[in-house]
């Protein structure tokens, strides 16, 4: 076979770059480690050139191929059976006796690349994946606020109708990140026992969550509040940014200001209306946060107020309401003035979620929804243990006043049977007209008391019995004292149906509320979208685009309507016909 001069030549450049793929990246040399390094020192190495070389850190042109290069050095060495082919062979190829540098057309970085067997991603983008060095940045265990898409959606969002939620998202490979996270733990430390849930999102393991979320850089931080998410929008992260953040997307809308007698007693005697007891705190000023937390975690069960210390005396006395400043009184009794319980200490949220637990309905409630039902009357779990529930059939609710007031002078005579006996009421022309028709309600004119024993979610045993004046309740306790004792029994048996909830919103509502709320966000984001037009250089050339548009359409449609608007011929009129003789 003849060679020539020049195919001698192309030959040893070929020879020279393969052999350069083979040989020329040495991992010790590019992380500056020995061949006996151990674990611990290849770790150390790592770490330090990783910053150095970190593009977001490093402003050099090379920084990207050198911080490449020394997370596939990095690779190498900590992967046992790589470092082990790389030593033997000066390859990391599964098959080294194939040649070529690293399993794919000669090119050195190609396994780097290729995770699973597709994508040009770098291996950081998979923590805890399967990448050899996923604890770079934190050897701690594995973040315990960290949520997916999955858990947003199915638990994050339904709860911020009832729960603030403050979520961080970081990268592994994000510097500041470590150090916005110190601040987020701050936050959590001081806020989470007063109802604010913690999560947090990593960047590169849930893109999809990011996506959904419009995270564009990390660190972010974002508030999660009735359905709806609100991006950290200060110019820089500290503990005293991120506070203010939150502060100013707690509800506030959830505990109403007092500052008259009429506001006071109008809200105490609403009570039966809405069918909720009524919590009211006193303040110096304005509610400390925890207060408006509270009330937004449990308004579906209670109405929240409250007022300035100093604000109506003549109203403090009347209702007995506590002048200590931050003291919350709960008004869970309607047919009484004062409150049911008060707090005696210095309240917090904790303190205060615990009193507001342990009061969750009026001392005589009307059933009016399968919740207060469940509540009111839950299923016995055993036979030493059962409670009786005595439910009151009115003709008239205006009787409701009399009737609460004989059941709060049985409950003075503090009877052990009391225990185990709770009172409630029901109209029998409301909602719950088919619940009474199961339980074979007859309506014959006078007030009747329905005693059930509740066994399982469907399952009741019920007695009927007459109780035809407020003031004669001496028959109904002697009937209840010996139902307690075990004298007497109820034997009649039903399945009731799910009770209707008489204060939920219709479509019609709901869809006008949510309208409504929309409206008013886009009136209050105004603002902040006039101040990103004019003042940044993307919201600029947004700006002049629309206008450019905008200009471009109304042309269009001038032109059209005057074209309209001329008749034929009235803008270039026809010459006239030459004249024949």
């Given at each position: ?37 151990t ?41 046992e ?41 770098p ?27 999955h ?64 995270i ?37 809308n ?71 400043v ?27 979620e ?38 009151l059939?009115l ?38 007209s ?53 004298r ?39 603002p ?50 030459p004249?024949?003789?």
């Open positions: 076979m003849c060679v020539g001069k020049g195919s001698v030549v192309v030959w040893c450049v070929l020879l020279s770059v393969g052999t350069w793929t083979v040989h020329a990246f040495n991992p010790y040399e590019v992380l500056g480690v020995s061949r006996q390094a674990a611990q020192e290849i770790k150390k190495a790592y770490k330090s050139l990783a910053r150095e070389w970190h593009p977001d850190k490093n402003d050099s042109p090379e920084a990207e191929a050198k911080f490449v290069e020394i997370g596939k050095a990095y690779e190498i060495l900590t992967d059976e790589k470092r082990s082919n790389y030593d033997q062979f000066g390859t990391t190829d599964d098959n080294p006796r194939q040649g070529g540098g690293g399993g794919g057309g000669g090119f050195p970085f190609s396994s780097f690349f290729r995770r699973g067997g597709g994508g040009a991603s291996p950081h983008f998979h923590r805890g994946r399967g990448s050899s060095f996923a604890s770079f940045f934190d050897d701690s265990p594995p973040d315990p606020l960290l949520i997916n898409r858990v947003f959606e199915r638990k994050v969002l339904p709860e911020s109708d009832r729960f603030l939620h403050v979520m961080y998202a970081y990268s592994d490979w994000c510097m500041n990140c470590h150090q916005v996270r110190k601040f987020f733990d701050q936050l959590k430390n001081t806020y989470s026992s007063q109802g604010v849930k913690f999560v947090t999102t990593d960047a590169d393991l849930d893109r999809t969550l990011v996506y959904k979320l419009g564009t850089r990390v660190p972010s931080l974002l508030v999660v509040v009735n359905k709806k998410w609100y991006l950290f929008d200060e110019q820089s992260f500290s503990v005293l940014s991120m506070e203010r953040f939150l502060k100013r997307h707690v509800p506030k959830f505990a109403r200001e007092l500052a008259s007698f009429e506001e006071y007693s109008s809200l105490l005697s609403s009570a039966r209306d809405d069918n909720k007891p009524r919590i009211i705190a006193t303040f110096d000023s304005t509610p400390e946060p925890w207060f408006y937390l509270l009330a937004f975690a449990n308004h579906n069960s209670h109405v929240f107020a409250w007022a300035k210390r100093t604000s109506n005396k003549a109203a403090t006395d009347a209702f007995k309401i506590a002048a200590t931050g003291r919350v009184s709960i008004y869970a009794d309607a047919a009484s003035s004062g409150p049911t319980v008060s707090s005696t200490e210095k309240p917090n949220f904790e303190l205060c615990k009193l507001v637990s342990n009061h969750r309905l009026l001392t005589f409630p009307r059933l009016s929804s399968q919740e207060l039902w469940d509540t009111w009357c839950p299923p016995v779990q055993s036979i030493s243990n059962r409670k009786y529930c005595i439910l059939v003709n008239s609710l205006s009787d409701v006043q009399d009737y609460d007031q004989a059941i709060s002078q049985m409950k003075k005579s503090e009877l052990k049977y009391l225990e185990r006996v709770s009172f409630g009421y029901i109209a029998p022309h409301s909602l719950q088919a619940f009474l028709e199961v339980l074979h309600y007859s309506d014959n004119g006078e007030a009747q008391v329905l005693t059930l024993l509740r066994t399982g979610e469907f399952d009741t045993y019920y007695h009927w019995q007459s109780w035809p004046r407020a003031s004669s309740f001496e028959k109904v306790e002697t009937f209840l004292i010996n139902l307690v004792s075990g007497t029994k109820i034997s009649n048996h039903a399945k009731v149906p799910v009770l209707q909830d008489e204060f939920a919103d219709n479509y019609y509502v709901m869809l006008a509320k949510d309208l409504l709320q929309t409206v008013i966000e886009f009136v209050l984001s105004l902040k979208w006039a101040t990103w037009f004019l003042q940044t250089e993307d919201g600029f050339i947004v700006l002049s685009l629309l206008m450019m548009m905008v200009f471009i359409f109304g042309s269009s449609i001038l032109s059209a309507f005057s074209s309209v608007a001329e008749p034929p011929g009235a803008r270039y009129p026809r010459p006239p016909r004249h024949q003789d």
